[in-house]
């Protein structure tokens, strides 16, 4: 279960506050594969970090009883002056896992990074925090993995890759997901979560929430 109870989200302007949503009240379907539509400034982005807990409401909060990830794809949580390992281990202890050296190895393995795995991150290449970041979240089991914008990770192979290891998932947990691609969204989601002006409406049929986000 996901809840957003009396959920409120602003940002400050010189216009005053900038509502995204205003005492919002909604539950997340448990046992889908979601795929949140809407158009661009509509809150996707704020919704998944207040669901990842990167970012907090002004009022209300976020309720569940589900271990969900980070937004996949983001780097959310790496630190540029730690090495990969170094924050490979800290994002392990955070979240639990019993095996942190067998953790580090798949996380050196997916994300492909070779000896650079034991540099700061902040020498990294553009492409290589991403990766790593994504090789930290697909090798710990959530129970949901929110995944924004899976396509924009890495070189071809590893967008590839990394779509393989995420449909694998999504087989035992499940996935809400933004993606600008409606057929990525077909390809992991069954249904759809449609913002519009800071409401929140659930389609079952995936098809229909498609259509009613692309009417709008």
Request: glycine share 8%; aromatic share 10%.
């Amino acid at each position: 279960m996901i809840k957003l109870e009396k959920l409120t989200k602003y940002y400050p302007s010189k216009l005053g506050k900038q509502f995204i949503f205003n005492n919002v009240t909604f539950e997340i379907p448990s046992g889908h594969n979601i795929g949140i539509l809407g158009s661009n400034g509509a809150g996707k982005s704020t919704l998944f970090k207040l669901l990842a807990g990167s970012e907090y409401p002004n009022k209300g909060k976020v309720v569940t009883d589900l271990s969900l990830s980070w937004p996949v794809a983001l780097t959310t949580g790496i630190h540029p002056q730690m090495t990969g390992r170094e924050n490979t281990r800290f994002i392990g202890k955070v979240n639990g896992v019993a095996d942190l050296a067998a953790f580090e190895q798949r996380v050196k393995a997916f994300a492909e990074l070779g000896n650079k795995y034991d540099l700061p991150v902040h020498t990294y290449s553009s492409g290589m925090k991403p990766r790593l970041a994504f090789a930290c979240s697909i090798a710990i089991d959530f129970d949901v993995y929110l995944i924004d914008e899976v396509t924009s990770v890495g070189d071809a192979n590893f967008r590839r890759k990394a779509k393989e290891a995420l449909l694998e998932r999504s087989e035992k947990a499940n996935v809400i997901m933004v993606s600008h691609e409606m057929d990525e969204i077909r390809q992991f989601c069954d249904s759809a979560i449609v913002l519009h002006k800071g409401e929140l409406t659930f389609y079952n049929d995936l098809e229909q929430g498609i259509a009613e986000y692309q009417a709008l």
